[in-house]
């Protein structure tokens, strides 16, 4: 197992260099200049020029990427905004935690509600519990997340005002501020996984060892829980691993509407100021995370399914038998 972890944190620098360089490619094509940007419409030729030096725009595509891999690969530094002259590095470490909580309570709600959904309707197939559950699942897939959102900003903090409509907090009790901003993020992945939840546990409800153990007097809890349950968890970890990596970079709106300062936000305004260095630093933070948090998927499986574990632990066993016989 220490051997695979190994492997996949090695396979996780090429993956790091190569959305590098896409990234850092792709906004050098993008349409406007930045030196005008920064220095406003009444600036003058010469002083865009001079601005154009400063930024380093006037070198080569190459030149700039070969510097650029060299400032953040080897001594680490991600370089300062173009517009606000702050260190990218710390105003992320800033950031990024609040995207991370973000994501996480998400996942928490949409998975802790659809995966019991998807149990319902797979127990209870083409009942009207099933289609209910499916309504529901239908109606999360179609709800914008931002009409969500001001909707419980209307119902929750506005009229009752149990919640806070916007901004962070610290401590535990900052908590509540992610709650709406969760609430409002999680309908479509809500959605996915009661349909995937019922996907799975109708393939492992059908199965010869589920009719055995019914067989056998095995109560039905014991039976849907406990042995159907575990065997229906990998596609479902699958699908929360990228839902995971879209929530990451896909809570912009949201972290918009509720004024979090978090890592969509950072993009996004920097996407729209061409400050190059801040979309850059930022994108190769969230592929790092996300490349960690796939790597946790994968422990996940084995976790869940013994047979992968076996498989991790075989193949161990086997390469030191070869190097002892060799």
Known sequence: MIRYIIKRLLWMIPIILGVTVIVFLLMTFC?????????????????????????????SRLVRLATYMND?????????????????????????????????VTLLIAYGLGIPLGIVAA?????????????????????????????????????????????????????????????????????????????????VIR?????????????????????????ALIPIITQMGTTFGRLLGGAMIIET??????????????????????VQGGTIVLAIAFSIAMLIIDLLYAAVDPRIKAQYSAAGKKRKKVKANG
């Not at 901004?167 to 501020?177: C, D, H, N, Q, R």
């Not at 509407?257 to 260095?277: C, H, W």
Request: glycine share 8%; with cysteine.
């Open 31 to 59: 349409p406007g200049d930045p030196a005008q940007i920064i220095l406003g419409s009444t600036a003058t030729q010469a002083d865009l020029e001079a601005m154009r030096v400063e930024l380093g725009l006037n070198q």
């Open 207 to 231: 199965a010869d060892y589920i009719t055995t153990a019914r067989s056998k007097g095995v109560p039905e809890r014991s039976v849907i829980y406990k042995h159907g349950l575990k065997n």
């Open 257 to 278: 509407i509720f004024s979090l300062p978090g890592m969509g936000e950072f993009i996004i305004d920097a996407v729209n100021n061409r400050d190059y260095p801040v």
């Open 72 to 104: 953040v690969f080897l001594h680490f530094d991600l370089g300062s905004s173009w517009i606000t002259k702050v260190d990218i590095a710390s105003t992320i470490a800033d950031r990024m935690p609040r995207t991370l909580i973000l994501a996480v």
């Open 123 to 203: 127990t209870h197939q083409n009942k009207w519990q099933d289609h209910i559950s499916m309504i529901l699942a239908l109606i999360g897939v179609a709800i914008p997340n931002f009409w969500l959102a001001l909707l419980l900003i209307i119902v929750f903090s506005v009229n009752l005002g149990w919640l806070p409509a916007m901004g962070v907090g610290t401590g535990i009790a900052g908590l509540k501020y992610y709650i709406l901003p969760g609430l409002s993020n999680c309908a479509g992945a809500l959605a996915n996984c009661a349909r995937q939840t019922r996907s799975s546990m109708l393939d």
